[in-house]
């Protein structure tokens, strides 16, 4: 069964910085890409980075480009996001979601939560 | 960045009725369209693949159709644990996005 656990979420302030895990089980994480999608409170869904499975193709959302950075490690089969210069905007679930082919997400995880506040 | 409306973004039906929501692109996306159903307090579960095709384990009840702009997800005879939200997604073009989602009530 393919699993998904995402950790590292909390309250930051404005202008901090968050790293967010996400450990997989259950597939071989190796040959697949992994994305980011987030869903700020009420809201819907927003696709915010991927990273191919050798991390050689990488991609953000215009909303994060420079301030986020997408990293996995393959031996640990996890999959990481720094996340620096944090805005109030950037307040969100953070769900990681495999990549079944060309963004297609098959799975997800239960998310973790993200507050940007003062 | 291709955007996608939903509709209606919430409706309410009783349990064995017909229910169809609609999404369409502001662009032709072919066949690329992905339906999730969302449930309170979970990450998304994957319903629906290239506008038409159903996941492996994904009831039956559930079907898409559509191509080009305009994309219709239809269940055929709606059950409780359907209560959800689903979300329509488009993969033919960075970035991929989504509805804004449709709620669906008992």
């Known amino acids: 069964e393919v699993q998904l656990v995402e950790s590292g979420g909390g309250l930051v302030q404005p202008g901090g910085s968050l790293r967010l895990s996400c450990a997989a089980s259950g597939f071989t994480f190796s040959g697949y890409g992994m994305n980011w999608v987030r869903q700020a409170p009420g809201k819907g869904l927003e696709w915010v980075s991927y990273s191919s499975s050798d991390s050689g193709t990488i991609h953000y959302a215009d909303s994060v480009k420079g301030r986020f950075t997408i990293s996995r490690d393959n031996a640990k089969n996890s999959l990481y996001l720094q996340m620096n210069s944090l805005r109030a905007e950037d307040t969100a679930v953070y769900y990681c979601a495999r990549d079944s082919h060309n963004w297609v997400f098959d799975s997800w995880g239960q998310g973790t939560l993200v507050t940007v506040s003062s | 960045d291709i955007q996608m409306t939903q509709s209606p973004s919430s409706l309410s039906a009783s349990v064995g009725d017909r229910v169809t929501i609609t999404c369409q692109a502001s662009?032709?996306?072919?066949?690329?369209l992905n339906w999730y159903q969302q449930k309170p307090g979970k990450g998304p579960k994957f319903l629906i693949y290239?506008?038409?095709n159903l996941e492996t384990g994904a009831p039956s009840r559930f079907s898409g159709s559509g191509s080009g702009t305009a994309f219709t997800f239809t269940i055929s005879s709606l059950q409780p644990e359907d209560v959800a939200t689903y979300y329509c997604?488009?993969?033919?073009?960075?970035?991929?996005?989504f509805g804004q989602g449709t709620r669906l009530e008992i």
């Open positions: 997604q488009q993969y033919d073009a960075l970035p991929p996005t």
């Open positions: 290239d506008a038409s």
């Open positions: 662009q032709d996306i072919g066949y690329y």
